[in-house]
Protein backbone atom coordinates (compact mmCIF):
# COMPACT_ATOMS: atom_id res chain seq x y z
CA UNK A 1 0.00 0.00 0.00
CA UNK A 2 2.83 2.52 0.95
CA UNK A 3 4.38 2.19 -2.10
CA UNK A 4 1.25 2.59 -4.14
CA UNK A 5 0.73 5.54 -2.47
CA UNK A 6 4.21 6.57 -3.25
CA UNK A 7 3.28 6.52 -6.86
CA UNK A 8 0.20 8.16 -6.37
CA UNK A 9 1.82 11.10 -4.86
CA UNK A 10 4.92 11.56 -7.39
CA UNK A 11 2.37 11.72 -10.49
CA UNK A 12 0.65 14.20 -8.77
CA UNK A 13 3.88 16.15 -7.55
CA UNK A 14 4.22 16.14 -11.58
CA UNK A 15 1.37 17.72 -12.83
CA UNK A 16 1.56 20.81 -9.73
CA UNK A 17 5.28 20.97 -11.20
CA UNK A 18 5.72 24.61 -12.86
CA UNK A 19 1.96 25.50 -11.53
CA UNK A 20 2.49 29.34 -12.59
CA UNK A 21 2.56 28.21 -16.21
CA UNK A 22 0.80 24.79 -16.08
CA UNK A 23 -2.44 25.96 -14.87
CA UNK A 24 -3.67 23.15 -17.20
CA UNK A 25 -3.29 21.06 -21.41
CA UNK A 26 -3.79 19.80 -24.45
CA UNK A 27 -5.73 16.70 -25.06
CA UNK A 28 -2.51 14.49 -25.99
CA UNK A 29 -3.87 12.01 -23.37
CA UNK A 30 -7.12 11.61 -25.33
CA UNK A 31 -5.45 9.86 -27.79
CA UNK A 32 -4.13 6.80 -25.58
CA UNK A 33 -5.92 3.92 -26.22
CA UNK A 34 -8.07 2.20 -23.24
CA UNK A 35 -6.65 -0.27 -21.59
CA UNK A 36 -8.71 -3.74 -22.44
CA UNK A 37 -8.40 -7.27 -20.75
CA UNK A 38 -7.03 -10.30 -23.09
CA UNK A 39 -9.48 -11.40 -25.55
CA UNK A 40 -7.77 -12.99 -28.39
CA UNK A 41 -9.51 -12.23 -31.86
CA UNK A 42 -10.32 -9.91 -34.59
CA UNK A 43 -11.77 -6.23 -33.67
CA UNK A 44 -12.26 -7.55 -29.84
CA UNK A 45 -13.08 -4.60 -28.63
CA UNK A 46 -14.63 -1.00 -29.23
CA UNK A 47 -14.99 2.30 -27.09
CA UNK A 48 -16.73 5.80 -28.55
CA UNK A 49 -16.81 8.85 -26.51
CA UNK A 50 -18.97 12.11 -27.37
CA UNK A 51 -17.32 15.84 -25.47
CA UNK A 52 -19.11 18.93 -25.37
CA UNK A 53 -17.50 22.12 -23.94
CA UNK A 54 -18.41 25.34 -23.14
CA UNK A 55 -15.22 27.63 -22.76
CA UNK A 56 -15.08 30.90 -20.40
CA UNK A 57 -12.86 32.74 -22.90
CA UNK A 58 -12.97 37.07 -24.10
CA UNK A 59 -11.92 35.27 -27.56
CA UNK A 60 -14.88 35.01 -30.02
CA UNK A 61 -12.96 32.22 -31.73
CA UNK A 62 -13.15 30.48 -28.67
CA UNK A 63 -16.92 29.67 -27.03
CA UNK A 64 -17.50 25.56 -27.41
CA UNK A 65 -15.59 22.77 -28.00
CA UNK A 66 -16.92 19.45 -29.18
CA UNK A 67 -15.04 16.03 -29.48
CA UNK A 68 -16.54 12.59 -31.13
CA UNK A 69 -14.39 9.47 -31.68
CA UNK A 70 -13.41 6.46 -30.29
CA UNK A 71 -10.66 3.26 -30.42
CA UNK A 72 -10.73 -0.64 -31.72
CA UNK A 73 -8.55 -3.44 -31.11
CA UNK A 74 -7.82 -4.48 -34.42
CA UNK A 75 -6.51 -7.60 -33.60
CA UNK A 76 -5.36 -9.48 -30.31
CA UNK A 77 -2.85 -11.89 -29.59
CA UNK A 78 -3.42 -11.88 -25.51
CA UNK A 79 0.06 -10.19 -25.10
CA UNK A 80 -0.47 -7.76 -28.03
CA UNK A 81 -3.08 -5.68 -29.79
CA UNK A 82 -3.36 -3.99 -32.41
CA UNK A 83 -5.53 -0.23 -32.09
CA UNK A 84 -6.57 2.14 -34.01
CA UNK A 85 -8.01 5.39 -32.82
CA UNK A 86 -9.67 8.15 -34.39
CA UNK A 87 -10.52 11.93 -32.68
CA UNK A 88 -12.30 14.93 -34.08
CA UNK A 89 -12.27 17.97 -32.82
CA UNK A 90 -14.57 20.94 -33.40
CA UNK A 91 -13.87 24.24 -31.83
CA UNK A 92 -16.87 27.15 -32.29
CA UNK A 93 -16.80 30.66 -31.81
CA UNK A 94 -19.18 33.56 -32.58
CA UNK A 95 -16.95 35.84 -34.98
CA UNK A 96 -18.95 35.67 -37.91
CA UNK A 97 -22.67 34.07 -36.51
CA UNK A 98 -23.78 33.26 -33.05
CA UNK A 99 -22.60 29.22 -33.75
CA UNK A 100 -19.59 29.80 -35.73
CA UNK A 101 -17.15 26.80 -36.57
CA UNK A 102 -13.94 27.97 -36.94
CA UNK A 103 -11.26 24.99 -36.18
CA UNK A 104 -11.70 21.43 -37.02
CA UNK A 105 -8.78 19.26 -35.81
CA UNK A 106 -7.87 15.65 -36.51
CA UNK A 107 -6.15 12.55 -34.79
CA UNK A 108 -5.15 9.36 -35.73
CA UNK A 109 -3.29 6.85 -33.81
CA UNK A 110 -2.07 3.53 -34.60
CA UNK A 111 -0.51 1.42 -31.54
CA UNK A 112 0.69 -1.94 -31.02
CA UNK A 113 -0.12 -2.64 -26.91
CA UNK A 114 2.46 -5.06 -24.95
CA UNK A 115 0.69 -6.43 -21.96
CA UNK A 116 3.60 -6.48 -19.36
CA UNK A 117 4.55 -8.57 -16.94
CA UNK A 118 3.73 -6.14 -14.29
CA UNK A 119 -0.05 -6.72 -13.96
CA UNK A 120 -2.32 -4.93 -15.86
CA UNK A 121 0.17 -2.24 -17.23
CA UNK A 122 0.71 -2.07 -20.81
CA UNK A 123 3.64 -0.77 -23.21
CA UNK A 124 2.25 0.77 -26.12
CA UNK A 125 4.57 1.61 -29.86
CA UNK A 126 2.57 4.60 -31.17
CA UNK A 127 2.40 6.42 -34.39
CA UNK A 128 0.72 9.79 -33.77
CA UNK A 129 -0.72 11.92 -36.65
CA UNK A 130 -2.49 15.29 -36.28
CA UNK A 131 -4.09 17.70 -38.61
CA UNK A 132 -5.56 21.32 -37.97
CA UNK A 133 -8.22 22.85 -40.57
CA UNK A 134 -10.18 26.10 -40.72
CA UNK A 135 -13.87 26.17 -41.05
CA UNK A 136 -15.43 29.06 -43.44
CA UNK A 137 -12.15 30.32 -43.48
CA UNK A 138 -9.50 30.72 -46.73
CA UNK A 139 -5.99 28.25 -45.59
CA UNK A 140 -4.20 26.78 -48.85
CA UNK A 141 -1.45 25.31 -46.52
CA UNK A 142 -1.39 21.98 -44.65
CA UNK A 143 -0.77 22.61 -40.29
CA UNK A 144 -0.05 18.70 -39.91
CA UNK A 145 2.76 16.88 -37.45
CA UNK A 146 3.55 13.10 -37.07
CA UNK A 147 5.12 11.77 -33.79
CA UNK A 148 6.45 8.53 -33.19
CA UNK A 149 7.07 6.82 -30.01
CA UNK A 150 6.13 5.35 -26.59
CA UNK A 151 3.30 5.33 -24.59
CA UNK A 152 2.74 3.32 -20.90
CA UNK A 153 -0.46 3.15 -18.96
CA UNK A 154 -0.95 1.73 -15.65
CA UNK A 155 -4.34 1.13 -13.09
CA UNK A 156 -3.85 1.78 -9.52
CA UNK A 157 -6.27 1.08 -6.68
CA UNK A 158 -5.72 3.27 -3.51
CA UNK A 159 -8.03 3.99 -0.71
CA UNK A 160 -11.06 3.39 -2.24
CA UNK A 161 -9.49 5.22 -5.88
CA UNK A 162 -9.32 4.07 -9.05
CA UNK A 163 -6.40 5.37 -10.89
CA UNK A 164 -5.70 4.96 -14.46
CA UNK A 165 -1.75 7.07 -15.06
CA UNK A 166 -0.19 7.26 -18.36
CA UNK A 167 3.17 8.66 -19.93
CA UNK A 168 4.18 9.15 -23.18
CA UNK A 169 7.24 9.89 -25.40
CA UNK A 170 6.88 11.06 -28.86
CA UNK A 171 9.82 12.16 -31.46
CA UNK A 172 8.13 14.20 -34.47
CA UNK A 173 8.99 12.32 -37.75
CA UNK A 174 7.54 14.95 -39.70
CA UNK A 175 5.68 17.81 -39.99
CA UNK A 176 4.07 20.86 -42.02
CA UNK A 177 3.64 24.50 -40.86
CA UNK A 178 4.72 23.30 -37.07
CA UNK A 179 7.50 23.67 -34.97
CA UNK A 180 7.27 21.04 -32.99
CA UNK A 181 10.34 18.04 -32.48
CA UNK A 182 8.67 16.16 -29.87
CA UNK A 183 6.26 15.45 -26.78
CA UNK A 184 6.35 13.77 -23.60
CA UNK A 185 3.58 14.06 -21.16
CA UNK A 186 1.95 12.23 -18.25
CA UNK A 187 -1.68 12.19 -17.08
CA UNK A 188 -3.41 10.59 -14.14
CA UNK A 189 -7.10 9.99 -13.74
CA UNK A 190 -9.06 8.97 -10.65
CA UNK A 191 -12.69 7.53 -9.83
CA UNK A 192 -14.23 6.56 -6.70
CA UNK A 193 -17.81 5.31 -6.35
CA UNK A 194 -19.70 7.28 -4.85
CA UNK A 195 -22.94 4.59 -4.94
CA UNK A 196 -24.19 2.78 -7.86
CA UNK A 197 -25.60 5.56 -9.18
CA UNK A 198 -22.48 7.85 -8.90
CA UNK A 199 -18.79 8.18 -8.92
CA UNK A 200 -16.70 10.92 -8.48
CA UNK A 201 -13.74 12.09 -10.50
CA UNK A 202 -10.82 13.80 -10.83
CA UNK A 203 -8.13 13.91 -13.36
CA UNK A 204 -4.87 16.03 -14.63
CA UNK A 205 -2.08 16.31 -17.69
CA UNK A 206 0.99 18.00 -18.54
CA UNK A 207 2.14 18.18 -21.79
CA UNK A 208 6.12 19.53 -22.54
CA UNK A 209 6.46 19.88 -26.25
CA UNK A 210 9.75 20.80 -27.87
CA UNK A 211 10.34 23.45 -30.19
CA UNK A 212 13.02 24.38 -32.81
CA UNK A 213 13.56 27.21 -31.66
CA UNK A 214 15.21 28.73 -34.90
CA UNK A 215 12.17 28.73 -36.66
CA UNK A 216 9.74 30.99 -34.45
CA UNK A 217 11.96 32.38 -31.97
CA UNK A 218 10.38 30.58 -28.85
CA UNK A 219 11.28 28.14 -26.21
CA UNK A 220 9.83 24.89 -25.49
CA UNK A 221 5.61 25.15 -24.76
CA UNK A 222 4.00 23.83 -21.72
CA UNK A 223 0.49 22.89 -21.16
CA UNK A 224 -1.48 21.18 -18.72
CA UNK A 225 -5.40 20.45 -17.98
CA UNK A 226 -6.99 19.60 -14.37
CA UNK A 227 -10.70 18.60 -14.07
CA UNK A 228 -13.03 17.42 -11.39
CA UNK A 229 -16.74 15.81 -12.04
CA UNK A 230 -18.97 13.49 -11.46
CA UNK A 231 -19.85 10.00 -13.35
CA UNK A 232 -23.17 8.42 -13.76
CA UNK A 233 -23.18 4.99 -14.82
CA UNK A 234 -25.77 3.19 -17.27
CA UNK A 235 -26.78 0.25 -18.93
CA UNK A 236 -24.34 0.48 -22.21
CA UNK A 237 -22.28 3.25 -21.32
CA UNK A 238 -21.82 6.59 -18.52
CA UNK A 239 -22.55 10.34 -18.71
CA UNK A 240 -20.28 12.60 -17.18
CA UNK A 241 -20.28 16.23 -15.67
CA UNK A 242 -17.06 18.40 -14.99
CA UNK A 243 -15.59 21.14 -14.50
CA UNK A 244 -12.30 21.96 -16.32
CA UNK A 245 -9.24 24.56 -16.31
CA UNK A 246 -6.61 23.85 -19.32
CA UNK A 247 -3.64 25.72 -20.54
CA UNK A 248 -3.58 25.10 -24.04
CA UNK A 249 -0.49 24.93 -26.70
CA UNK A 250 -1.32 27.21 -29.83
CA UNK A 251 -5.23 27.22 -29.23
CA UNK A 252 -4.39 29.60 -32.33
CA UNK A 253 -3.56 28.46 -35.41
CA UNK A 254 -1.78 31.41 -35.87
CA UNK A 255 -1.41 33.59 -32.80
CA UNK A 256 1.64 31.08 -31.53
CA UNK A 257 1.24 31.45 -27.49
CA UNK A 258 -0.95 29.79 -25.11
CA UNK A 259 -4.03 29.95 -24.08
CA UNK A 260 -6.14 29.47 -21.13
CA UNK A 261 -9.65 28.18 -20.44
CA UNK A 262 -12.26 27.46 -17.91
CA UNK A 263 -14.64 25.20 -18.70
CA UNK A 264 -17.66 23.07 -17.78
CA UNK A 265 -19.10 20.31 -20.23
CA UNK A 266 -20.14 17.03 -20.38
CA UNK A 267 -19.16 13.69 -21.84
CA UNK A 268 -20.96 10.58 -22.86
CA UNK A 269 -18.65 7.12 -23.26
CA UNK A 270 -19.41 3.70 -24.10
CA UNK A 271 -18.59 0.65 -22.09
Request: with cysteine; net charge neutral.
Amino acid sequence: MSRAVAVVALCLGALVVNSSGVVAQTSSAASTAAQTPPSPGFLTNYRFHLNALRLNSDNDNFVWDTDFGGDLDVFDLRYFRGNLLVNVETIFGRQIRAIDPNQGNYTVDLSAWWRTVIPDAELGLTFHHVSRHLSDRDKDFAIAWNMLGFQFTTPLVVAGWDFDIGYRLLKTVRRSFVDYTGEMGGSIRADRTLNRRVSLIAGGEVTLVSVDGTERDRRDQFGGRIEIGARFPGRAGAGEVFLSRERRIDADLFDLEPTSFTMVGFRFLSK
